[in-house]
């Protein structure tokens, strides 16, 4: 049995702090909690192999950039034989507020291009998410700068609150199953615009 974690982002020094690369930063904290090296590159992707009783899986950064996640997903799943219902994905999502996390199965993309991509890529929206609150942005900013645009300081210190559980949630959710992390991890989120469900 094969599984996939996915943490999307912009590859490159400038993006790597910006609101759209903190599935990088859960990935990359992931593969330090699973002793996993993220050293193999191929195909646009760079990606580490780790293994758990009978389960093996890998941990994966997409480097085609965000809106074209779809073709790393793609690439791996038919390489690797890996399910859509096995394949996790870790994004930001501007539907949650900052410093919230929820853990989904399927649903739509709410407006993320990366999740866009990997769903028309794969044929199917039947994969796990685990989706990190980035808010939105203030009235005059567009999505597109506000997305590549580095965290606050305060945002920052409510993110660190939560990464650890971010990347628990995570784990159970490979190593155990989503359904699993949902009930643990799933708490109510009060947003009229949490999409994705």
């Known amino acids: 049995m094969m599984k996939l974690v996915m943490g999307l982002g912009n590859p490159g020094e ?23 090296d993220l050293n193999i590159r191929k195909k646009k992707t760079v990606f580490g192999k780790g293994k758990q009783g009978k389960m093996d899986y890998l941990l994966l950064k997409p480097l085609t950039f965000m809106n074209l996640s779809g073709e790393a997903a793609l690439y791996m799943a038919s390489f690797m034989k890996i399910y859509v219902e096995d394949i996790i994905v870790v994004y930001d999502d501007m539907n949650l507020p900052i410093g919230t996390f929820k853990i989904s199965v399927g649903g739509s993309d709410g407006g993320h291009n990366g999740i866009k991509s990997i769903t028309e890529s794969l044929k199917s929206s039947e994969f796990t998410r685990v989706r990190v609150g980035i808010g939105r942005p203030t009235e005059g900013v567009e999505v597109s700068d506000f997305v590549l645009s580095p965290f606050t300081k305060e945002e920052r210190g409510e993110l660190r609150i939560i990464f650890d559980d971010i990347v628990e949630a995570t784990k159970v959710s490979l190593l155990e199953s989503s359904s699993v992390a949902m009930n643990r991890f799933n708490k109510r989120i009060n947003t009229t615009t949490d999409e994705g469900e």
């Open 14 to 36: 400038q993006y790597r702090s910006d609101r759209h690369n903190v599935g990088y930063m859960v990935l990359d904290r992931l593969a330090k909690k699973l002793n996993v």
